[in-house]
């Protein structure tokens, strides 16, 4: 495990860490319960560096009903902590009647999730985007201006296409239109992705990218992570039957 850096002027607390990084790897742990009986277990995840070093720890917040019954498209809280137990992040999808439309994606559908530092203090959006079939997200400030776009492959279910390589969601600066960083969806290998849910994330950014941007990013991760492939697994009955 990482010990924790001092604190760094403007960066929030607990997040000084991202400062010194440009990749992280988020992994769903595997919840042996899940597999073996079908029943949606709350989400945790450990997030590292490249050298496998734990950075942070994210475990979900959610009613076993909502889990139940909504499936992917349940509203949660992920907390986020550092190696001492302390929060650094939290991560906030309210329960929505309407959600997740690639083609009513702006407005009442467009799946938002709210990242917040440690203090409750926004730090900005995550929401679907408009799209025909591609998944498609917006990264969107405090003041609610768009500042990433991303756009992943039209077809992202490694289980039924079979494929092998990872699935990359490109985030592109609405200013400079440059490709700033990438959150890809590892393959895990045949026999993980075909009978657990469990999935991995890498996320790499610039190194001097803002502290809260990449925070932002972090939060991302969940939102591909739920709307696009929990949905699809839940959609062919994979993973545990959702």
């Not at 929060?87 to 999730?113: N, Q, S, T």
């Not at 279910?157 to 490709?179: A, L, S, Y």
């Not at 590892?186 to 994330?201: L, S, V």
């Amino acid at each position: 495990m990482m010990p924790h850096p001092g604190a760094v002027q403007g960066v929030p607390v607990g997040l000084e860490y991202l400062t010194q990084v440009d990749q992280l790897i988020c992994k769903q742990i595997v919840e042996l319960f899940e597999v073996m009986t079908g029943w949606e277990c709350k989400n945790k995840y450990r997030i590292m560096n490249s050298v496998n070093q734990q950075v942070y720890y994210a475990f979900e917040e959610s009613e076993l009903c909502n889990r139940i019954c909504c499936g992917p498209n349940r509203g949660f809280v992920i907390h986020i902590t550092d190696n001492y137990q302390q929060e650094v992040m939290r991560i906030e999808r309210p329960f929505l009647c309407c959600k997740g439309c690639c083609w009513c994606a702006e407005g009442c559908c467009d799946y938002p999730i709210y990242v917040k530092d440690a203090q409750g203090n926004p730090l900005g959006t995550v929401r679907m985007r408009n799209s025909k079939c591609a998944p498609h997200f917006g990264i969107y400030d405090t003041n609610d201006v768009l500042i990433y776009d991303m756009w992943g492959p039209i077809c992202a279910c490694q289980c039924v296409c079979g494929c092998t390589d990872d699935i990359k969601f490109p985030m592109r600066d609405t200013k400079t239109n440059e490709t700033v960083g990438t959150i890809s969806k590892i393959w895990a290998g045949a026999m993980r992705e075909m009978f657990t849910k469990a999935d991995t994330f890498g996320v790499t950014f610039p190194l001097n990218l803002d502290v809260k941007h990449k925070a932002l990013m972090i939060g991302a991760v969940f939102i591909i992570e739920f709307m696009v492939f929990e949905q699809q697994k839940n959609n062919n009955g994979g993973g545990g039957g959702h």
